[in-house]
């Protein structure tokens, strides 16, 4: 799925009004009949069908029959188009630009921001791993039971931007957040390659203790990142680590919280052992009576991010984590998912924010960046070259380096 621009352009604003009447009705209906719809975007008459028409062709809205009546629900592209839509209005977003990367359940673009600089788009996209491992999918899809993946993909936005928020006021290396509509965040373009990509540092220890020092920096403020790896952490070219993607980040005082902290420990110690040979018999231990030197998790709370959407969330990682395939790697995901189609990702309401006209869209595409395991995936691609540290990178090809330039 693409981040189609043009058809931002190309909608009228009474496409848009139906397209946001069919959210609308989404609250309180899996399908939204045509008259509510119609009432909705004050479109008198059979006017509204023409416009139902032209978003199913778009591939914005899919129509279908429940027992009582035809109606119409929206599908990923009609949501991406609304948060894009949004996102424009306020000037957050002035151009779409290109997919940098698919994450297991994330389409990353670079886009335009502000003042024309560039800024990352980052599309919340929860089900699209879970399909494969949520055992009680219709869960998910029942209204009267649990909230859409749409819903669930908002939330994931909401409590990414919320994090980076309160990170990034307190110091924090992580991406400067600018704003963020529905399932979608927009936040600063971090030039840097995942830890990932690194084959060879200069100092594996000092990044090692660079990499120690924030996790326990993160604990005395009350937090555990709970997905801290190589795939989060980029490297920029003065050897400095930026932190990004915050979906599991949990509070100190979780139940589970050691648990998560010993885990983000002992990724970094066991990929400084793979990738750079590198072990120290010091690492740090979780400690519950800590001096806490500010409860940074009270401020995200504070900051419209509730603790009952944090235990929806929860909810959720726990689903999906309960029946991930046992040794499945992240790498393992990447070199076996399928494509889910988009349009089985059904919006079923729940939805909020929803002004008439506080649209905006779409995105996602070809995995383009990071496909497998570093290790294993074939150079062809790759360009392998030394940074001004002296450490030895693997980055992507572009189409500069075809011209030579
Ligand atoms: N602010 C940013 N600046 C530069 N690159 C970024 C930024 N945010 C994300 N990326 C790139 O996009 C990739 C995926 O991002 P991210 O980890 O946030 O997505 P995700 O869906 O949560 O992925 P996963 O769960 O698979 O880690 C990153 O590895 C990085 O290469």
Redesign the pocket.
């Known amino acids: 799925m693409r981040l189609d621009a043009k058809a931002l352009r190309y909608m009228s604003s009474d496409d848009f009004r139906v397209l946001t009447a069919i959210e609308v009705g989404s609250r309180n209906h899996d399908i939204v009949p045509a008259p509510l719809i119609a009432q909705l975007s004050h479109i008198r008459g059979g006017g509204v069908n023409r416009y139902i028409g032209d978003l199913i062709k778009r591939k914005l809205i899919a129509s279908e029959t429940n027992s009582k009546y035809v109606g119409y629900k929206l599908i990923y592209a009609g949501y991406d188009y609304l948060a894009l839509k949004t996102l424009s209005k306020r000037g957050t977003v002035t151009s779409v630009g290109n997919q940098?990367?698919?994450?297991?359940?994330?389409?990353?673009f670079v886009v335009a921001g502000e003042d024309e600089e560039q800024v990352?788009l980052?599309v919340?996209?929860l089900g699209r791993q879970s399909f494969r491992n949520v055992k009680n999918k219709r869960d998910y899809f029942r209204q009267d039971q649990s909230p859409s993946w749409m819903y669930m993909s908002r939330l994931s936005a909401m409590k990414?931007f919320a994090f980076m928020k309160v990170l990034y006021e307190h110091g924090f290396p992580v991406?400067k957040p600018i704003d963020q509509n529905r399932h979608v965040v927009v936040?600063?373009?971090?030039?840097?390659?995942?830890l990932?990509q690194i084959t060879e540092v200069g100092e594996p220890g000092k990044l090692y203790s660079t990499l120690m020092d924030l996790i326990v920096r993160l604990a005395k403020h009350g937090l555990i990142h709970g997905?801290f790896n190589e795939?989060?952490i980029?490297l920029q070219e003065n050897g400095e680590p930026?932190l990004?993607?915050f979906?599991q980040m949990v509070s100190t005082s979780h139940p589970n919280a050691e648990y998560y902290f010993n885990r983000d420990v002992d990724c970094i110690r066991t990929f400084f052992k793979r990738r750079f040979n590198y072990e120290s018999v010091l690492y740090p231990k979780f400690r519950l009576d800590a001096d806490k030197d500010f409860n940074l998790d009270v401020q995200v709370a504070a900051s419209g991010f509730t603790k009952k959407d944090q235990a929806q969330l929860e909810k959720y990682q726990e689903d999906v984590g309960a029946n991930q395939n046992e040794g499945e790697t992240?790498s393992d995901y990447y070199d076996s998912h399928e494509d889910v189609s988009d349009e089985e990702f059904v919006y079923s309401g729940d939805e909020a924010g929803s002004e008439e006209d506080e649209g905006e869209p779409s995105t996602k595409g070809k995995e383009t960046?990071?496909s497998g395991d570093g290790d294993d995936e074939s150079d062809s691609d790759f360009i392998i070259e030394t940074d001004k540290l002296g450490n030895t990178v693997r980055r992507r090809r572009t189409p500069a380096d075809v011209d030579g330039n």
């Open positions: 940098i990367g698919v994450g297991k359940e994330s389409d990353i990352v980052k919340h996209r990414e991406p936040m600063g373009l971090v030039d840097a390659f995942p990932r997905d795939f989060n980029l930026v990004i993607d979906p992240r960046a990071d």
